[in-house]
């Protein structure tokens, strides 16, 4: 323990000394570090002003698109309603004209029959060996019975 005490005593002011004399550089940190937040901050609320213009103005052009589109599917809508009433109109037409043309041809085809079954019975025969050899008269796909 003898060695222990011939050591020589530490001061007591000397680990204040360093101490003040970091005093001022930590001072001055601090300082620095308090302005490099505030400019931080204010970075900050300007990115957070900017985030929030940037959202308005999106939030602006997707309610002009919706608006639009909108818009354009309420004449969409009109524009097919009408070409579907054109379109009936069209097939209500061709019908008429089909139905009209059907019945013409019926007409023509019916006085053609007409004559033609007339012809047939009372055929233009000379001499009674043409009677014998006339064809049967066929309906419905059968040969009629004499």
């Not at 999106?58 to 309603?81: A, F, G, S």
């Not at 097939?91 to 004559?115: F, I, K, P």
Request: hydrophobic residues 30%; proline residues 5%.
């Amino acid at each position: 323990m003898a060695a222990s005490d011939s050591s020589p005593p530490l001061p007591v002011n000397a680990p204040l000394a360093p101490k003040k004399e970091n005093i001022t550089p930590v001072g001055s940190k601090i300082a620095e570090l308090n302005e490099s937040r505030q400019e931080l901050l204010s970075r900050i609320q300007g990115l957070k002003q900017d985030l929030q213009n940037w959202r308005s103005k999106l939030d602006t052009q997707v309610k002009i698109y919706r608006d639009e589109l909108t818009d354009l599917k309420k004449t969409l809508n009109v524009e097919v309603e009408q070409l579907r009433t054109e379109f009936q109109e069209l097939r209500t037409t061709l019908h008429q004209q089909q139905e009209d043309v059907t019945a013409s041809l019926r007409n023509l085809g019916l006085q053609d029959v007409s004559e033609g079954s007339k012809e047939a019975e009372h055929p233009k025969v000379e001499g009674k060996d043409a009677e014998v050899h006339a064809s049967p008269v066929k309906e419905n796909g059968k040969e009629a019975e004499n």
